[in-house]
């Protein structure tokens, strides 16, 4: 078991915020930080280092008490902040759900990210051949110690670029169970002559997996790096009914380093097809909550886990309902919300919306009661809609 010491918030991007406005109405606090991220240092007995892990957590983590999935990604320094900004940007869309991402720094890269090499690769890779002492790293003390102090679903999403897509390979070889869903960008699948590559043919053609996603992409790269990934996609080509939902694409216009954004991006966009509750044409005018219940029961089953209904969609939904003029109905919605997400600030307004819209204002002025006390624990973004809200019931409820 790993030891965690030195944790400390990092303030890895710092923004300053010009406003054109005349200097009599300027008033702003300067240097406030923006943060990302933190880090943390896992002294790991298995490769008797320190290692460096970055880790984000979703917005909302600190205001409720749900459980996330976790993306595993390697070269943090590369490529931290721009995954970051994907997720962030995906989930707050609702095309996907919020999600943890702990990125792994590098100290000796070719080392850790490489199986056995040929004799040919050693020659110019003289370090190479750690990538199972790595795996287990990860495996036997990372993921542990995430899933101990985080709240975690059962779901692992493994990303890596080049030697680190190649080392996503090495991972889905060695353990299929170990993460949930596979992308490896431009990776260099011509390792060891294309040992990856024929001991994938090795592993689809036996016993069938489950539930499994794996999206490989290449760029504009040299021959064998393209041949190498055209080859492996052949493989998974011939193993169609494997329980993996495969994907592949040749990015033209992206070279070796502009590839990563857009493969996770779209990765993610593919493995979170239909992520987003939308009522059926057919249903439009019977929106109701059994109906989005069936539909995340659904995605739960696709995804192997229970995954609860996101606030936000149920708060849609309720105002979808609320303004066909089905209150009572909205109220049952509204009031799912708040049972589902006690922690919530906005859960406890929308329900006052409700209770306001029925003429029940002594209920809606508790719920509004809630939604500012819980806003001002979190400092919600929405409190000053909250407390116009509150002090609007008040003087509506004042005896004239």
Known sequence: MSTISSFRTLS???????????????????????????????????????????????????????????????DAEAQFFHFTGIVHFQARVNRMPEMIIVALTNIDRTHDLSSTPSAEDAQTFANAGGADQFLRFISDELIPYIEKNYRTQPYRIHVGHSLGGLFVGHSFLTDPNLFDAYVSISPAFWWNDNETIKRMDELLSGPPLE?????????????????????????????PDQGVKFAYKIMENEDHGSITHRTLYDALELLYEGWQFRVPPELADQPSLQLIDEYYANLSNRFGYTIPIPEDALNQLGYIILGRGRIAEAIEVFEAN????????????????????AGQLSEALDSYKKAVKLGRKTNH???????????????????Q
């Open 12 to 74: 890895l991007l710092m923004l300053s915020l010009i406003f054109i406005v005349p200097a009599s109405n300027l008033s702003a606090q300067e240097d406030a930080p923006i943060t990302v991220g933190k880090h943390f240092v896992v002294k790991s007995r298995i490769l008797d280092q320190d290692r460096t892990v970055w880790l984000y957590l979703p917005d909302s983590y600190d205001r409720g008490d749900q459980a996330y999935p976790v993306l595993y990604m390697t």
């Open 211 to 239: 539930h499994k996603f794996f999206y490989l992409t290449v760029g504009n790269e040299p021959e064998r790096m393209m041949k190498s990934a055209q080859d492996m996609a052949d493989v998974f080509a011939r193993y």
């Open 338 to 357: 708040a049972s589902r997400h006690p922690k919530s600030a906005n859960v406890y307004d929308s329900l006052g919306d409700g209770y306001t819209a």
């Open 381 to 399: 973004p929405a409190m000053a809609a909250f407390r116009a809200n509150l002090e609007r019931t008040r003087r509506e409820l004042k005896p």
